[in-house]
């Protein structure tokens, strides 16, 4: 069974950056369609942006749009999201989290993902 875990979070400066990693482990990773979520205390968890298990495809919020980059490194078995130009806006819990259905599909929608990570935290601070 699939199991994940975030790393890369910390405290940062805004206009900098990070990059933040999703790793799979108990499965591969790129059999799932992969999500980043975040959620800021007294806020709703909001998906930042996903990538399908096999094509590749990609989607974000419009909050990030041009900000946020998600991609596959299927050598370590992990999705990373490289965040640019950090806003305090951004501070929050970020989570990933996999959907296993066969469907070369990713939804921005939390319901859809069975498997998350505990979380990493972001703080934009300067």
């Known amino acids: 069974q699939l199991q994940l875990k975030e790393s890369g979070g910390g405290l940062v400066q805004p206009g900098g950056s990070l990059r933040l990693s999703c790793e799979g482990s108990?499965?591969?990773?790129?059999?799932?369609?992969v999500a980043w979520f975040r959620q800021a205390p007294g806020k709703e968890r909001e998906a930042v942006s996903c990538?399908?298990?096999?094509?590749?495809?990609?989607k974000y919020a419009d909050s990030v749009q041009g900000r946020f980059i998600i991609s596959k490194d299927n050598t370590r078995g992990t999705v990373d999201l490289r965040i640019e130009t950090l806003k305090p806006e951004d501070t929050g819990v970020y989570y990933c989290?996999?959907?296993?259905?066969?469907?070369?599909?990713?939804?921005?929608?939390?319901?859809?993902?069975?498997?998350w990570g505990q979380g990493t935290q972001v703080t934009v601070s300067s």
């Open positions: 989290a996999g959907d296993p259905t066969f469907l070369d599909i990713c939804y921005m929608v939390a319901p859809y993902y069975n498997f």
């Open positions: 990538i399908t298990r096999r094509d590749g495809a990609t």
């Open positions: 108990g499965d591969t990773l790129d059999s799932y369609n």
